[in-house]
Each structure stands twice: as C-alpha cells, then as structure tokens.
C-alpha cells in the first residue's frame, strides 16, 4: 500500500542522500520524492511517496527517518485529509492540423501550453496524479515525445 510521509528537516548537504539509503536499505520502494525550502531559512521539507507491506512497516519507518540527524519532524499524512499535487510538463508532437485538437484536449484539465515550435507544443498541467495520467492517456495519440514529472507534494488540510 502507498504512504504519503513528510519530513521537515535541516537543509544541510547529504541530508536527502542519507534519507533514501535508509529507504533503500530497507528494501521500500520511492515512488516519488519532492523537497523544498520553507518560509524557516534552513529548513527544508520533504514529501515521500512509498510502497509498504503493512501498517508496521510504515511506524517502522517513521520511527527510523526520526531517528536521522537532520530531522526535525516525520508524519505519516496518509489516512489525513490533505492536499496534494504534483505538475507535469509534457511535449506533444505536433501538426497544423492536429493543434487546435491538443487545445481543445488540454483545457478541461485547466492545462496550459508554456512553449509552441513548429514540430511540439510544451504543455503544463498540475493536480492529482490520476489527472496527469489521464491526460498523459489522451495526448498519447499525438506521440509524446518528453514527460518530466515532479512526483506529489502535499500537507494536511486546514482546520
């Protein structure tokens, strides 16, 4: 099962190094890794996405990553309400013909074209990644000719 788990930590070199070896060791599987300032100079925060057997495995690593020098504070988000994104750019090859049928694709998923050449468009596109498959599944057909993805971020939502 997948588990969204944040880390704040000290942003100092190695840090995230030492967080994926420990990850590895342990035989999880990264999904995605996203990492960021925060508005603390000094602090950075990072999101995991992990594949876990079970519950014990997931307390198991939390407890491991809080553990690590650097770390400030590890919360597994998983079962919270939270808000999460991730953002996609994807370059489609193109035709004169074939233009305004990206266009008319890429709107209802509030997506925007960023860069147009004579052979691609570049087009971005934030939100649940099932959003970002299904129009990565509809634009397919185009040929895809490069996906850069940044993985999920996310926190718990407000109160």
Do not use: C, W
Request: hydrophobic letters at 40%; a positive charge; zero cysteines.
């Amino acid at each position: 099962m997948q588990r969204i788990i944040t880390a704040t930590v000290q942003d100092n070199s190695g840090v995230l190094n030492r967080l994926t070896g420990l990850l590895s060791r342990r035989g999880f599987n990264i999904d995605s890794i996203t990492v960021g300032p925060t508005t603390q100079p000094g602090i950075s925060k990072m999101t995991f996405v992990i594949e876990v057997i079970d519950e014990n495995h997931a307390e198991q690593i939390i407890k491991q990553l809080n553990k690590q020098i650097d770390v400030i504070k590890v919360t597994d988000i998983t079962k919270q309400e939270i808000v999460a994104r991730e953002l996609a750019l994807i370059k489609v090859g193109v035709t004169a013909a074939t233009r305004s049928e990206i266009y008319g694709i890429i709107t209802p998923f509030r997506a925007q074209i960023l860069d147009v050449s004579r052979n691609s468009v570049t087009i971005e596109v934030t939100g649940k990644s099932s959003k970002i498959d299904a129009l990565i599944d509809l634009l397919s057909i185009f040929g895809i000719k490069e996906v850069s993805r940044t993985g999920v971020t996310a926190f718990p939502r407000g109160n």
